[in-house]
C-alpha cells in the first residue's frame, strides 16, 4: 500500500519557469491538501480539495493553482516560478467527518528550488 | 485567527532524560483539535496524536504522554526516558470544526536533540 505518493522529489527551476506537482493517494479519501514547510515555520497550508473537482485556497494560496480531476490525484501548479517558492512541498490526504482520528496522511515531500 | 506558539526552538538532551515540549494556542472555536506531529531526519510526516477541546483528559501512550490544559490554552508533550530514535521536529498544531479537517494551523516546531 503506497499511502500518498508526490512526484518529483526534487526539483530545480530557473525563475519565470512552470511545473506541475503531482499527489497521488492509493487510499480512497476524500480529502486532500497542498502545504508547504519553511524553515522556522512549520507548514503552511495552500490549497485544498473536500472532493473530485473542488478546490479551495488556503493560508498562503498565491502564485499556485490546482486541480482535482481525479479523486485520487491532486495537482499543483506553478505557473511562473519564483524565489519565494522555494520551499519543501508536502502533500496530504485524509478521510472526512469526525469518526477518524483527524490524521493526516503525508506524502514524502518534493523540494522545490527556485534560481 | 488561530495560532499556535511553539516558543522552544530547539531541546538537546543526553539520553534517558524526559524532555517536555511546549504548545500554546490561540482560537475562538468553541470546538477545536490538537494534534502533534513528528518530522524524523528523513523527512516525512508522523501523526501522534488528536486531542478534542471537549476532552481534557490526559493521554499517555508509551513514552508519550500529552497535558492538555484548556484553562490555559496548552497542549504540552512530554517524552519520558528519551531516545536517540525520538531525535526529530514535533510540530504541534490546530484544527477548526468537523469541516475543517487537515485545514491544520501548525506551530512553528521544536527540534528535539538526543545524544547519547
Known amino acids: 500500500n503506497a499511502g500518498v505518493t508526490q512526484t518529483p522529489k526534487f526539483r530545480v527551476l530557473k525563475t519565470g519557469q512552470s511545473m506541475t506537482l503531482l499527489c497521488a493517494q492509493d487510499?480512497?479519501?476524500?480529502?486532500m491538501y497542498w502545504y508547504r514547510q519553511d524553515p522556522g515555520m512549520g507548514l503552511r497550508l495552500i490549497h485544498y480539495s473536500v472532493g473530485e473537482g473542488t478546490t479551495a485556497k488556503g493560508e498562503v494560496p498565491d502564485g499556485y493553482n490546482v486541480s482535482r480531476l481525479k479523486k485520487q490525484n491532486f495537482l499543483l501548479g506553478l505557473e511562473s516560478a519564483a524565489p519565494s517558492q522555494t520551499s519543501v512541498y508536502f502533500c496530504a490526504s485524509s478521510r472526512p467527518g469526525p469518526t477518524n482520528t483527524g490524521e493526516l496522511f503525508f506524502g514524502e515531500g518534493s523540494r522545490l528550488t527556485v534560481l | 485567527a488561530q495560532k499556535v506558539t511553539q516558543a522552544q526552538t530547539e531541546i538537546s538532551v543526553v539520553e534517558k532524560e524526559d524532555v517536555t515540549l511546549d504548545c500554546v494556542y490561540e482560537t475562538r472555536d468553541t470546538t477545536y483539535y490538537l494534534f502533534w506531529y513528528k518530522q524524523p531526519p528523513s523527512g516525512e510526516l508522523v501523526f501522534l496524536i488528536r486531542r478534542n477541546s471537549f476532552d481534557e483528559q490526559n493521554e499517555i501512550s508509551g513514552r508519550y504522554s500529552w497535558n492538555f490544559q484548556k484553562s490555559t490554552s496548552s497542549f504540552n508533550f512530554t517524552i519520558t526516558a528519551s531516545q536517540v530514535v525520538d531525535s526529530a521536529v514535533y510540530f504541534c498544531?490546530?484544527?477548526?470544526?468537523?469541516?475543517?479537517?487537515?485545514?491544520?494551523?501548525f506551530g512553528a516546531g521544536t527540534q528535539v536533540v538526543v545524544t547519547p
Open positions: 487510499m480512497n479519501h476524500e480529502y
Open positions: 498544531a490546530l484544527g477548526g470544526t468537523t469541516d475543517s479537517w487537515g485545514k491544520l494551523q
